[in-house]
C-alpha cells in the first residue's frame, strides 16, 4: 500500500480515474437498487452517475494527452488514507437514508482528494483540472439538490417517504413486534410458574432465561425460513429472522431480569411492573406503525399478556 505523498501526477492522475469509474458504478448500483421502490430518487442518482462518467473521461482526455494510452489500475485500496466502503452488493434492501448518507460520504472524501491531489501537482493542466473537479465536487450536493427538486415533486416525495415506511414497517418492525409479543407474552406462563411453585428468584431466573433465549432461537428461524421475501418485498429473510429473535430473547429477559434480585417479594413486585411496561411498548408500536387503534391494541395486548400471566400464576400456585 502506497502513501498518497508518494504518487506522481501520473499515479494521481490513474488514480482518479479509477475513483470516478468507481463512483460512477456506485451511484448506477444505488440508481438500480431504488428504482422499484422510489423511482423518483433513482432518477436523481441517474443524474449523479452521468456527472460522474463525464469527470471521469475528461481526466482520461488529459491523461491520454499527457502521458499515453495506457493507464495503470491504482484503486482506492492500493493508496493508504481512504474510507473502507462497504459494497453496495451487500445493502440489501436499499434504503433511501442509507444510500444519502453513503453518497454524502462520497462527495466529501471525492472533494478532499482533489484538493490534495491539486495542491501537489506542478503540471498547470493538471492542477487546473483537478482544481475544477475539486469545485464541481464542492457543488455536487447543490446539483444533487437541484436534480432533487426536478424529479422529486412534492407528491412524489410523499410518495416515496410513505413507501421508506412501508418497507421500514414490513422488514423491521413487523417482525421486530411479532418477536417482542411472543417473548414478552409467550414466556410469562414459564417464568411465573417457576416463581410460584419455588418462591425462589434464582430459580424463576434460570427458567425465564432459558425460556427467553430458546425462544429466541425459534422464532428467529422460524421467520427466517418462513419467506425468502423477493415476492413479498419483506426484505432480507436472516435480517428479519435476527430482528425477530432478537426481540423475542429481549421480551422475555425483560421481566426475567427482577429475578436477580435476591428477596423474591420484591423481584415479584419488579417483575409485574416490568411486564406492564412491556405491554405498554407494545400496544404503543402496535398503534404507532401497524395503525391499530390505541384502545383496541391495549385492550388485545393487555387481555392476552393477562391470560398468560394467570395461567403461569395457577400452574406454579398449584
Not at 67 to 88: A, C, M, S, Y
Not at 242 to 268: E, N, Q
Amino acid at each position: 500500500m502506497r502513501n498518497f505523498d508518494s504518487l506522481s501526477e501520473r499515479e494521481i492522475l490513474a488514480l482518479a480515474i479509477s475513483l470516478e469509474e468507481e463512483d460512477e458504478r456506485v451511484y448506477a448500483d444505488f440508481a438500480e437498487g431504488l428504482r422499484q421502490d422510489f423511482p423518483a430518487s433513482a432518477a436523481v442518482f441517474d443524474g449523479m452517475r452521468a456527472e460522474e462518467s463525464g469527470h471521469r473521461q475528461r481526466l482520461m482526455d488529459l491523461y491520454r494527452e499527457k502521458f499515453g494510452d495506457h493507464i495503470p489500475l491504482i484503486r482506492r485500496h492500493d493508496v493508504k488514507g481512504f474510507i473502507n466502503r462497504r459494497p453496495v452488493w451487500l445493502i440489501r434492501p436499499l434504503g433511501l437514508d442509507t444510500v444519502r448518507n453513503q453518497a454524502s460520504a462520497i462527495e466529501v472524501e471525492t472533494r478532499r482528494f482533489y484538493e490534495k491531489a491539486a495542491a501537489r501537482a506542478r503540471d498547470v493542466s493538471v492542477r487546473k483540472l483537478l482544481d475544477d473537479l475539486a469545485q464541481e465536487e464542492r457543488t455536487h450536493q447543490d446539483r444533487a439538490e437541484a436534480l432533487g427538486k426536478e424529479k422529486l415533486h412534492a407528491d412524489v416525495k410523499r410518495q416515496e417517504d410513505e413507501a421508506n415506511r412501508r418497507l421500514f414497517v414490513l422488514q423491521i418492525v413487523q417482525p421486530g413486534l411479532a418477536g417482542l409479543m411472543d417473548g414478552s407474552v409467550s414466556t410469562l406462563a414459564p417464568v411465573f410458574a417457576a416463581a410460584f411453585a419455588t418462591r425462589n428468584s434464582r430459580d424463576a431466573f434460570v427458567v425465564g432465561l432459558a425460556a427467553s433465549i430458546g425462544a429466541g432461537i425459534s422464532m428467529g428461524f422460524a421467520e427466517a425460513l418462513s419467506d425468502d421475501g423477493s415476492l413479498t418485498g419483506r426484505g432480507h429473510p436472516w435480517v428479519r429472522g435476527g430482528v425477530c429473535g432478537l426481540m423475542t430473547a429481549l421480551g422475555g429477559v425483560g421481566h426475567t431480569l427482577p429475578f436477580l434480585i435476591p428477596d423474591f417479594s420484591i423481584a415479584m413486585t419488579a417483575a409485574i411492573l416490568v411486564v406492564l411496561l412491556e405491554l405498554a411498548v407494545i400496544s404503543w408500536v402496535r398503534h404507532r406503525y401497524m395503525e391499530t387503534p390505541a384502545l383496541s391494541a391495549a385492550l388485545q395486548v393487555g387481555l392476552g399478556g393477562l391470560l398468560v400471566f394467570i395461567t403461569g400464576v395457577l400452574i406454579g400456585s398449584s
